[in-house]
């Protein structure tokens, strides 16, 4: 199951189980790439924010310097950072310049507000009251950064263009005014945060989704979530790999983060979750839903309207 992989719109295949790498320290992440390369993964998450697109890099060189596998085996995504939304050119280039590459297999705007280019900061610029430092619609908007992502396409330094974090307030504007259907959305995703619209919305127009966070995100607090645990025990299994397996079911990849050898290579046990399994699931999620009680992880203080309903 673990070598399960989707097409994407432009014909390239996507393995469905990639490795995460944010918030993997220095001194860890290089390891954890060589790694979970080494026991047959074959999809690495960056992004340029994470600050160690180069360590994720020396672990991909190596890889492929010691023979583990070639550069055209491993499906490498990075992501344009919301300071370079008017310089996308330069996010790509940065990125690829730290990651040791010449080209990644996808690139993603990593969420639809584009912030000052020229604050106070690199990547998190702030006002003087600690508030983001977002540029004005006036100046730019996240169709313009679309329309700079799609002009990167010809020079082949990404094989692919996509979004991540785009709710159904943002993505009909952006394909109003799209040539190049965004080849992937990524966005959270677990039993307690389905995003079911988004997932049926992107479907019907050929969006391939990637699941981030599918454990929760730090410490991982999915994996004591009750059903998943009664579903762990019914199949046999861990929760991890009912996490993971359950983003499979839904025809959507899935990043997983560990430094941890032994988690990398337990992540890799993925199953086919059937009907009942996902039924647990699924009405686990609808309770929540009904209640007003999913719950998203990963919410950065923009201090705009990302369109989510679980968050306006
Ligand atoms: N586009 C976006 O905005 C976002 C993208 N992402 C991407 O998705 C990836 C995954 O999401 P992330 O938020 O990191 O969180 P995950 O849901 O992957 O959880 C990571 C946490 O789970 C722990 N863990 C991993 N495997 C196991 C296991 N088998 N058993 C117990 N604990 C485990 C890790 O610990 P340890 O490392 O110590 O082993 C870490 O604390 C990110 O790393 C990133 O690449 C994530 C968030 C936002
Ligand atoms: O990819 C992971 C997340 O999106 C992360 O990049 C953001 O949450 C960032 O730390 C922020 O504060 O805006």
Not at 45 to 69: H, R, S
């Amino acid at each position: 199951m673990a070598d399960t992989k989707f097409k994407l719109n432009t014909g390239a295949d996507i393995p469905a189980l990639g490795l995460g790498t944010w918030q993997s320290a220095p001194g860890e992440v290089k390891d954890s790439v060589l790694y979970a390369l080494k026991v047959g993964y074959r999809h690495i998450d960056a992004a340029y924010v994470y600050g160690n697109e180069d360590e994720v890099g020396a672990g991909l060189k190596e890889a492929f310097d010691t023979g583990v596998c070639k550069r055209e085996d491993v499906f490498v995504t990075t992501k344009l950072w919301c300071t370079y939304h008017n310089r996308a050119e330069l996010g790509l280039e940065k990125s690829l310049q730290r990651l040791g590459l010449d080209y990644v297999d996808l690139f993603l705007v990593h969420w639809p507000v584009p912030m000052n280019p020229n604050g106070n900061h690199d990547t998190i610029p702030k006002h003087p009251d600690g508030t983001r430092d977002i540029l004005p619609s006036s100046e730019w908007t996240h169709i313009d950064t679309w329309k700079a992502m799609e002009k990167l396409v010809p020079s082949g330094k990404t094989k692919a263009i996509g979004v991540a974090n785009y709710s159904l307030k943002y993505l009909p504007e952006l394909l109003a005014a799209a040539t190049i259907v965004p080849a992937a959305n990524q966005i959270e995703q677990h039993p307690s945060l389905p995003q079911q619209e988004i997932v049926d919305f992107c479907k019907e127009k050929g969006i391939h989704i990637t699941a981030y966070s599918p454990l929760g995100s730090t410490g991982s607090p999915m994996l004591t979530s009750a059903p998943v645990v009664e579903v762990a025990k019914k199949r046999n299994v861990t929760p991890a790999s009912v996490l993971l397996s359950y983003h499979i079911a839904r025809g959507s990849s899935v990043l997983a983060k560990s430094v941890t050898p032994a988690r990398i290579k337990a992540n890799m046990d993925l199953i086919r979750l059937d009907e009942s399994d996902m039924k647990i699931l699924n009405d686990y999620s609808d309770d929540l839903k009904k209640n007003g009680k999913l719950h998203r992880y990963v919410y950065p203080a923009f201090g705009v309207d990302l369109g989510f309903p679980d968050r306006s």
